[in-house]
């Protein structure tokens, strides 16, 4: 089968990019024609061409024709409706508040999904969707990467942040203290700490207990940590055999974080600690989270989709030019961050040039 997945970027460990790195990998080891359409290849693009896996930002340079489109962000989606006019499309949501992953409207687009129900719950609260007209696969951990840990500590030692947000400026300072208070060793693994880790699997098996959300928190529950739901939103709690399927429902994220990350509110939740229950539910999530599973999930959804797109099924949400415009929006808005971000020594030379007309 030939899939062309899309992506708006294809740069640092995190988020969709490292979805579409570990999906496309797992899709070729199968033995299907995989091939990448992102904007802007960056970092992870790099890695992936290395490794002989085709990725572009010119879809003239696409050399199959897709039989499906695995389609993540409205830019890059509308991007492909244009140019390949008679293929099925999944669009993906897999954030619930990125303009990005507002959905495009288009006959071609055969299935609506989402990576949890808060991504859902986009598409019928956000959007207008009927609650059948959306579907959830959710994501997942490579198990062969995030072993488990051969001991579970009866008593935590070692805390981890793991999280490209944690910074002296936000819920890192709350989590200081409250291990402090708890006599734990605290370290911190993510992009704004300035110790960001292209092999985090190496590191999360020494920690005892792991402040982490969404995918973050799925590999350290598969390690074996005692994980701790908590970022800039605020706090969840500890993951406990109890609330493991609820918290699973809404990927361990934005959802569930309904408390205030404060000192005394982390303490709480570091004291829930116990080794049974945090054995339990690592074997309990590792039954469940397999890449292995959920892309035999997406092949058979993919080659529905090609089914009944050659039966005549199409999508029920047409064209509306109200939607096509906001895409449209999307894009120069990418274009000029993008620019800005390219050149931004360059506009504070500018600026600082013309600040001093200013004052002359």
């Known amino acids: ?43 992870i693009g790099i890695e992936l061409r290395e490794q002989g896996i085709t990725i572009v930002n010119n879809l003239t340079d696409i050399t199959f024709y897709p039989d499906v489109i695995h389609a993540h962000h409205n830019v890059t989606t509308l991007d492909v409706l244009s140019f390949f006019k008679n293929v099925p499309v999944l669009f993906w949501i897999h954030d619930r508040l990125s303009p990005f992953d507002h959905p495009p409207f288009h006959k071609n687009i055969v299935k609506y999904m989402a990576v949890d129900y808060n991504c859902k719950e986009r598409y ?3 959007c207008g969707f009927s609650q059948s007209d959306s579907d959830v696969v959710y994501n997942w951990v490579n198990l062969k990467r995030f072993a488990l840990k051969d001991t ?15 910074n002296n400026r936000n819920f890192l300072v709350p989590i200081k203290k409250a291990c402090a208070q708890c006599n734990l060793i605290l370290d911190v693994i993510g992009q704004e700490s300035g110790n960001q880790k292209r092999d985090p699997e190496k590191y999360l098996e020494d920690y005892d207990i792991i402040f982490a959300k969404a995918k973050a928190a799925m590999e350290s529950i598969a390690t074996g940590a005692g994980v701790i739901i908590c970022d800039f939103r605020g706090l969840a709690g500890m993951v ?5 399927k609820h918290y699973r429902k809404f990927n361990f994220g934005m959802k569930l974080m309904e408390n205030p990350a404060n000192e005394k509110n982390i303490i709480n939740e570091i004291q829930k600690y116990n080794a049974k229950d945090i054995q339990m539910v690592s074997q309990m999530i590792r039954s469940q989270i397999d890449i292995h599973i959920i892309v035999d999930q997406l092949l058979v959804l993919y080659k529905d989709c090609v089914s009944g797109y050659q039966k005549g099924d199409r999508g029920k949400y047409n064209f509306k030019i109200t939607n096509f415009l906001y895409i449209k929006m999307m894009r120069w808005y990418f274009i000029v961050i993008n620019y800005l971000r390219n050149n931004l020594y360059f506009v504070f030379v500018l600026l600082r040039g013309f600040k001093r007309k200013m004052q002359e």
Request: aromatic share 8%.
């Open 1 to 43: 089968m030939n899939i062309l997945i899309t992506n708006i970027q294809m740069d640092g460990y995190n988020g969709t990019t490292l979805y579409v790195k570990e999906l496309a990998i797992s899709l070729i080891e199968r033995g299907e024609n995989v091939q990448i359409y992102s904007r802007l290849i960056g970092q």
């Open 124 to 126: 019928a609260t956000d």
């Open 152 to 166: 579970i500590q009866t008593k935590p030692k070692k805390a981890l942040i793991f999280s490209n947000y944690a």
């Open 240 to 244: 406990t055999t109890k609330n493991l």
